[in-house]
C-alpha cells in the first residue's frame, strides 16, 4: 500500500518506492506553469503520435499531470470510450470534467493494478515519466503492458538529454554551458540516467511487446523561447528540491546559476533534449 506525506519542508511527496523531485506540494502555482508550458511544447507532436486511437477506444494515461493529452484523448474516443487518466498527485487533474475521463490517484510503481482494470485498454500511455522513475522504468513498464489488453498498444515519450547543447562556440555561455552540463553527466550526478529515452525499444522488447516502432525529435530553440522558459523552470524547481533536502552545494548553486542565466538571452540557440516517441503492442496469444 503506497503511503503518501509530505517532505519535512511540504516540498516532495514521498511514496513507498520512489520521491518524485518535481512534485507541486507547496509550489503548486509555480508547477501548473511548468506544466503549463511543457504541454504547450509537447502536445502537437504528442497528438501526432497518438493519432492512430480510434473512437470508442479505452485509454489509460499515467502520470497525466496538467491533463492536456487525456482531455486530448477524451475528445478523440468520443461519447463510446473512456479515458482514465492517473497520477501520484491529482491536484490539476481534479479541475477537470469530461463524462468520459475519470482521474485516479495512483502510483504505477506501487499501487494495485486492479483499480484500473487490468488487461482492457485498447492504449496505455505515458509522457515524460518514466524518466523521473530512476531504475525502475522496468517495472512500470511491465505494469503497464500489464493494463493493455492483447492487441492493445503502449506509446511512451521520454528525453534524451545527452545532446543538449550550445550551437555558437563563441558565445559567452557556451564553454561554461558545456563545462557544468557535461553532455547531461548532470542528471547522472543526480541519479538520473541522461539518456533514458533511447533506451525504451530495448526495454519495450524486454517487456514482451511487439510490432514496436520509434522515432525521436529535436529543435534548436533560443533562450526566452517556451522550451527555455520550460527547461529554466525545471531547473529552478530542480534546484529548489536539493535546497530543500540539504543536497545544493554551494559549488551546485553557482552551476545552476551557469545554466539558467541564457535560458533568457535570446541570442544563446541550443539543441534541445532529444524526446523519443516509442510505440509496442501487445501480443495476442
Ligand atoms: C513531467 S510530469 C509530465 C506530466 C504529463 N505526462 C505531461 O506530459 O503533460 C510527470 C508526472 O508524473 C507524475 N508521477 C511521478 N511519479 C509517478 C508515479 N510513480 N506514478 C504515477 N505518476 C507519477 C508526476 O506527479 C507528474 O505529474
Redesign the pocket.
Known sequence: MTQYKDGTNGER?H?S??V?R???TGRQKA?DE??SL??EI??PL?RQRRAFVQPGWRCL?????????AVWLAQRVGVNGRVVA????TT?LNRLDLPNLEVRR??????SLDSLDPGSYDLVC????L???AG?QEI?IRRMVECLRPGGWLID?DGDWGMVAPVDPSHSHYAGYHRVWKNGEWWAERGYDPLFGRTLPMLFERCGLVNIRHKASATVVRGGSPWGRWWLQ?LEAIRASEHADGSLTEERDTEYGVLTAPLTDPSFWFLSALIHGCWGQRGVS
Open positions: 511527496i511514496t518506492e520512489s518524485y518535481l512534485a507541486a508547477e511548468r506544466l511543457l504541454e509537447f502536445d504528442s494515461e499515467v502520470g497525466a499531470g496538467r491533463g492536456s493529452m492517473t497520477d501520484v498527485d490539476y495512483h502510483n504505477i510503481l506501487s499501487d505515458a509522457r515524460l515519466l524518466f523521473w522513475l525502475k512500470a515519450e525545471s
